[in-house]
């Protein structure tokens, strides 16, 4: 089996990946595996995970109303690597 490195990540991500996995039970290594194994197909959402994703998107959108678009569109420019480009 292959393994990876992945350097240079942003503490948030950390902690975001750290408390995704302490939610499902799981280990952060466990937890990465996971969505890396769902996001190239290698592996199918079992229904207890669907269930948690559901509760996960309630519990984010209890509050009514809507988060705000800007700081999404900031997070995903972020996350492709050059926030400066939109500037």
């Known amino acids: ?22 939610r499902q039970g799981r280990s952060l290594q466990s ?27 309630q519990r984010h959108f209890k509050s009514g109303r809507a988060p705000d678009s800007v700081e999404i569109i900031r997070e995903a420019r972020e996350q492709r690597g050059n926030p400066d480009r939109w500037k």
Do not use: H, Y
């Not at 990465?32 to 998107?57: A, P």
């Open 31 to 57: 937890e990465v595996k996971s969505i890396l194994d769902r996001e190239t197909g290698g592996k199918k959402m079992t229904m207890e995970e669907f269930r948690q994703s559901c509760l996960e998107i």
């Open 1 to 22: 089996m292959s393994q990876i490195l992945v350097r240079n990540l942003k503490t948030k991500v950390v902690r975001g990946l750290k408390n995704r996995a302490a």
